[in-house]
């Protein structure tokens, strides 16, 4: 019971820092766009409200890089970090994946493929798949 308790407060907690963010982002937009001071050629450069989440090495280096694209704030959590409960199951890394006009990939062949940093799965509590890739696997290329 407490591992699932402890799953949902994450999931709250990350939802509200998501919020944050995108709340932060909407007000700062503007300002922070037009502040310039970052060379064209440089990632934070590229960086536009409209390209910062489309995929591929831009949206890696603004993940990685969120501190230098947008306003954030540091949230403190509220109380103990509780290890939940692994239960994996590998049949979810082989679910198929299939995009119009793309080949059809596995869910860890897309993970590995460097498309995305992880997957992270929770089920009832327990963690059910979890595939990261280390980071520095990929560098940002323009």
Known sequence: MNAMIAARLFELRLSFIVLVGLLGLAVSTSSALETGASSAS??????????????GALSH????????????AVIERGGAIVDLPTELRPEIGALKLNKPGEPEQ?????????????????HGGKIVTRNIR?????????
């Open 42 to 55: 440089s990632p934070r450069g590229q960086v536009t409200i409209e390209n910062w989440d489309k995929g």
């Open 61 to 72: 280096w603004v993940y990685t890089h969120m501190s230098e694209a947008f306003p954030v």
């Open 106 to 122: 596995t869910l860890d062949q897309f993970v590995s493929n460097g498309a995305v940093d992880g997957c992270f799965v929770l």
């Open 134 to 142: 280390p980071f520095g696997l990929t560098t940002f290329t323009s």
